[in-house]
Each structure stands twice: as structure tokens, then as C-alpha cells.
């Protein structure tokens, strides 16, 4: 886990409820969301990095022990001020390029929408418009915020620079490939219910390989779409929000446990190469064949991935 000295991480959790304090916020959501924001920002001026999920768990570390009355009873200093006003600024800024690029969609390809198909469009926007880690709070604050302000006619009236056009042909991108990233969505949950991996370790490097891994079984998957250099890499960012939403899944599906297997010993391989791995110990996985039709993988890993 991403290491933050004592006085800072104070720093940052106090900095939290200087914001619910300056906006009137009054619950644990809200201070989850927040503290989300607050990364993405710490992020943003190079102060943190994160790997994998691991910002869910600092997410959880600055609302530990949560308790309001601190909103209402605390002086809170300049520079704890200073930084839920950095909060504030961040998200005016990417809830501006969503509306912008959303607008932008519903004015060159005038879809259908209803409040699911609104949603979606939002989620997909999300992580092409923005580089920073979006936890899950602030993402799905983002998306109800946003969708709930949706107004279709004022979208299509409205003046739009170019930039935003070039940005919504983005998304029509991925919303054709759909399917893809649905498939790679699956694969690493499997990889993760089945091999267990730290939360460090579920970063770009194991979705890259398992986009790379549908890619190769398209036929086996029913896809049929080609995927570039430059959708790839997006389908990555769409993948990585998803895992961030993710709370419960299902168990995974025969398919999605087979790829991940293969994912597993694609990793296993780029380890050895950038000599990360002397010598892989890890048991071979045995694939078994349940009668409700679903599998288990056998065995014990051991794995390091980086982001």
C-alpha cells in the first residue's frame, strides 16, 4: 500500500471535513466521496501515486472512525482549507468536461435515452476524460450527479467546441466494443476471485493482458470488432473504472475462468522476462468442470504485478 507520513495523512482526513464543513455535507457517503476527490487532487499534483485498487483502501483509511460532529465543531487551518478548495475546483472541472462531452455525444449521434442508457454514457465518459484515479464514492457521485441533470433538448441547442466532438467519437468507439470490455471485465474478476491477488496488484498490467487475452479468443467469445492501439489502451481505463465499482460479483463463467488462467501465465512469463520472477514455484492450476457448468481453479499463487 501507498505509504503516507502521519502528519499528512491527518492533514488530508482533516482536510475532508473542512470540505463537508464549507458545503454543508452531513453524511458517511458524502465524506467517502470526498476523500476519493481528495486523492484524485493529491494525485493530480504528483504528491501520491496509487497501484492497483489501492485508493479504495486509503479512501477507507481517512473516513475510519468518522464522526460528524467534527464538521460542525473544529477550526479548521489554511491549508486544510486550502485543500477542500482544491476538492471543490477538481470536481467543477471534470463534472464540466462529462456535461461537455456528453452534450457533445447527444448532439452528433442523438440516441435514445433513458435513464439506465444516461448512466452508462456517464461511466463510459468518466475514465476517458479523466487521467486521475476515481474511487468508487466519487464515481458514483459523479454519475448520479451528472445523470440527474441530463436535459437533452438544452444539449442539442447549445454551442460546442470541437475538442468535445472529437472526445464523443471516443466513446462511440467504446460503446462498439461493448462486448470487448465486458469480456475483460469478466476475465479479471475471475483472475481475482480465483488467485486472489493483493490490491496492488490489480493494476494496467494484468487488464492490459486480459485485453490482449479477448482480443485472442474473439472467435471463442463472439466478438467480432478490431481492436487498435488507441481503443485498447481506452478499453483499459473503462476496465480499471469498472473494477473500481465493482462491490459483489457473481461467480465467474467457465469462459471467463479458462482466459484467466492464460492471463495468469502471460503474467507469469512478462515477470521472468523483466526478471521480476527467479524461479516460479507456483503450482500448475487444474481446471475442474463443475455439473452446474461453472469451474474452480486449483492451487496456490503467489503474484506481484505491477501497475
Known amino acids: 500500500m501507498t505509504t503516507i507520513d502521519p502528519d499528512t495523512q491527518k492533514l488530508l482526513r482533516r482536510a475532508v471535513y473542512a470540505y463537508m464543513k464549507q458545503h454543508g455535507e452531513q453524511s458517511l457517503g458524502a465524506a467517502r466521496a470526498i476523500a476519493g476527490a481528495l486523492l484524485a487532487v493529491q494525485e493530480t499534483a504528483g504528491l501520491l501515486t496509487f497501484r492497483g485498487l489501492e485508493a479504495e483502501r486509503w479512501v477507507d483509511a481517512l473516513v475510519k472512525d468518522f464522526d460528524l460532529s467534527q464538521v460542525v465543531e473544529t477550526v479548521w487551518s489554511a491549508s486544510e482549507q486550502r485543500l477542500a478548495s482544491q476538492v471543490k475546483q477538481w470536481r467543477g472541472t471534470i463534472e464540466a468536461k462529462i456535461r461537455d462531452t456528453l452534450d457533445a455525444y447527444i448532439q452528433t449521434y442523438t440516441p435514445e435515452l433513458d435513464s439506465r442508457k444516461i448512466q452508462a454514457l456517464v461511466t463510459t465518459i468518466l475514465p476517458i476524460v479523466e487521467d486521475a484515479t476515481v474511487t468508487r464514492d466519487e464515481a458514483q457521485r459523479l454519475i448520479a450527479c451528472i445523470s440527474d441533470q441530463v436535459n437533452v433538448t438544452a444539449a442539442i441547442a447549445r454551442t460546442i467546441d470541437s475538442k468535445w466532438i472529437l472526445i464523443a467519437q471516443k466513446v462511440a468507439q467504446i460503446i462498439q466494443l461493448r462486448n470487448v470490455e465486458t469480456a475483460a471485465t469478466d476475465v479479471v474478476s475471475a483472475y481475482v476471485h480465483e488467485f486472489q491477488p493483493a490490491t496492488v496488484d490489480i493494476g494496467t498490467t494484468l487488464i492490459e493482458q486480459a485485453v490482449q487475452a479477448v482480443s485472442n479468443h474473439k472467435v471463442q467469445l463472439g466478438i467480432d470488432a478490431e481492436i487498435n492501439s488507441e481503443t485498447h489502451q481506452l478499453l483499459v481505463k473503462q476496465v480499471m473504472l469498472k473494477l473500481h465499482l465493482k462491490v459483489a460479483d457473481p461467480p465467474p463463467t467457465k469462459t471467463a475462468l479458462e482466459i484467466a488462467q492464460q492471463v495468469r501465465d502471460e503474467v507469469a512469463r512478462f515477470r521472468q522476462e523483466q526478471g521480476l520472477d527467479a524461479i516460479d514455484y507456483t503450482p500448475k492450476i ?22
Open 286 to 307: 487444474i481446471v475442474k468442470n463443475e455439473p452446474d457448468g461453472s469451474s474452480t481453479l486449483g492451487g496456490e499463487l503467489s503474484i506481484g504485478l505491477e501497475q
